[in-house]
């Protein structure tokens, strides 16, 4: 096996011209959420916020991108997926030029942040919101047919995520530390990232104009949307009625995750470090933007790991541990280096289960209810991540910031073991798993009856439960 074989590089250059679009589209978006996602709390406190106010317009900026993604998921395949990423990059710009321009003074100029930031596409944490990760994820799925491919070429995506993140949030400091070398105020210095973060969604949405129809929905696959569905779908239509079970026992799982991750979203885990360290943006901006390289690095362990011992063990074993770690980040002030070294180590691991999660859902779903499925699970963890930010706000008014990243960590770790509880034993189609250096095919899940000569209907299939 060559090299790029190993590390999959084969595999993602073997992708078509839209799947290549969409990789690059991704970089350009995690770059923008870079720059945005480190400044936003401090640009947000001063333009005279209080701590409740940071922490209720985090929540309300989640929300938005939660019912943004709630209507683009279920539309999507019937409109066009290139249609509704373009509307969401559009969205994007507009939502960085209001939060530039911030207009108004007091309530007013907080009531006209929260709109933009509801109809908006804002990221808090510096990494993925909105519908666009739904929508990639399903055409990408669609592109590649094996399993372990379809994991290599999502670790990629994610990888390469992180780094552009990292990057975004690193360019934001120099940004903010060059303007105010030339006599910009510490705000308009802020308003200038913000500026920037608008440029690029308009960057984005010509990406997405290029894009080809192959990112659109195939209408002869897996029980496509006919033409009964030229109105506005259904749930069932979409969505089998027998995985029902299984996606609400993912979305209770996942909200769980998702709420926790949100009690320290990367805007308010730089404000604590502000707030416990007294840094500024420029001595932020480096250490967070390194700790987002390590997690994009590890992500493309994640296959390696995954054809070892599995998907759902490579989300658990690599998750839990980062959970404990972050646990322990209130313990280490007053000691910088201590912080970062916990820091640094949580994030060499946190983030490998992305990839293998994206994989695990696109392999045991039909390939028409993708969209719906993936979008629904995304929207899911977007409402539950909302609610975090308010409740953080509420915790630092009262003086009680550590207390967030307890119940940080003992969530996720609650959600790990669940998560091995409930799906450990139902495999994905196509899975193999090595084992003393020969691979082994997972057992049969219920989703492989697509595979049968006799194609049953969505009704008929077996749901996906716990064996």
């Not at 096996?1 to 978006?29: D, E, K, Q």
């Not at 996942?254 to 009690?263: C, I, K, N, R, V």
Request: net charge negative; glycine share 8%; proline share 5%.
């Amino acid at each position: 096996m060559s090299f790029s074989s190993a590390i999959g590089l084969s595999t993602v250059a073997s992708l078509p011209p839209s799947g290549i679009v969409l990789l690059i589209a991704r970089c350009v978006r995690l770059f923008a959420y870079g720059m945005i996602g480190i400044p936003l709390a401090l640009y947000l406190s001063e333009l005279g916020l209080s701590d409740v106010q940071i922490g209720a317009m985090l929540t309300l900026t989640l929300a938005g991108d939660a019912v943004f993604s709630l209507l683009v998921s279920w539309h999507a395949d019937r409109v066009g997926r290139r249609a509704m990423l373009v509307l969401g990059a559009i969205l994007m710009a507009a939502g960085g030029a209001v939060f530039a321009w911030a207009p108004l003074e007091g309530a007013q100029r907080f009531a006209v942040l929260a709109v933009a930031g509801i109809f908006g596409v804002i990221s808090p944490s510096g990494m993925e919101v909105g519908p666009f990760q739904a929508l990639e994820s399903s055409s990408l799925a669609d592109f590649i047919q094996d399993a372990s491919d379809r994991t290599m070429v999502f670790a990629w995506s994610q990888s390469s995520a992180y780094l552009s993140s990292a990057l975004g949030g690193l360019c934001s400091g120099l940004l903010v530390g060059a303007s105010s070398q030339y006599g910009l105020s510490k705000l308009d210095s802020y308003r200038l990232v913000a500026v920037s973060y608008s440029v690029l969604g308009i960057m984005l949405a010509l990406l997405f104009l290029s894009l080809g129809s192959d990112v659109e929905v195939d209408k002869d696959d897996d029980h496509a949307i006919t033409d009964r569905l030229v109105t506005r779908p259904a749930a069932d239509a979409t969505i089998p009625p027998s995985f029902m079970p299984t996606l609400v026992h993912l979305c209770l799982l996942f909200a769980l995750d998702a709420f926790a991750g949100s009690l320290v979203t990367g805007s308010l885990l730089a404000y604590w470090f502000h707030v416990r360290f007294d840094l500024n943006l420029s001595r932020l901006a480096p250490i967070l933007s390194a700790s987002t390289v390590v997690a994009g690095i590890s992500t493309l362990l994640a296959p390696h790991v995954a054809r070892r011992i599995g998907l759902v063990r490579t989300m658990v074993f690599t998750h839990l541990p980062s959970n404990v770690l972050i646990s322990l980040l209130p313990s280490t002030v007053p000691n910088l280096s201590l912080a970062v070294t916990v820091l640094f180590a949580r994030f060499s691991i946190s983030q490998m289960d992305v990839a293998p999660r994206t994989a695990y859902i696109s392999s045991i779903v039909p390939s028409s209810s993708r969209t719906a499925i993936l979008g629904t699970t995304n929207i899911v963890r977007s409402v539950a991540g909302s609610l975090g930010p308010a409740a953080t706000g509420w915790l630092v008014a009262r003086g009680r910031f550590d207390a967030a990243f307890w119940a940080c960590g003992a969530m996720k770790i609650t959600y790990d073991l669940l998560l091995l509880w409930s799906f450990d034993s139902v495999k994905p189609v196509n899975e193999t798993v090595v084992v003393d250096s020969t691979s082994s095919p997972a057992p049969p899940s219920a989703h492989d009856e697509e595979s049968a000569p006799e194609q049953p209907s969505a009704d008929e299939r077996t749901p996906l439960v716990r064996k």
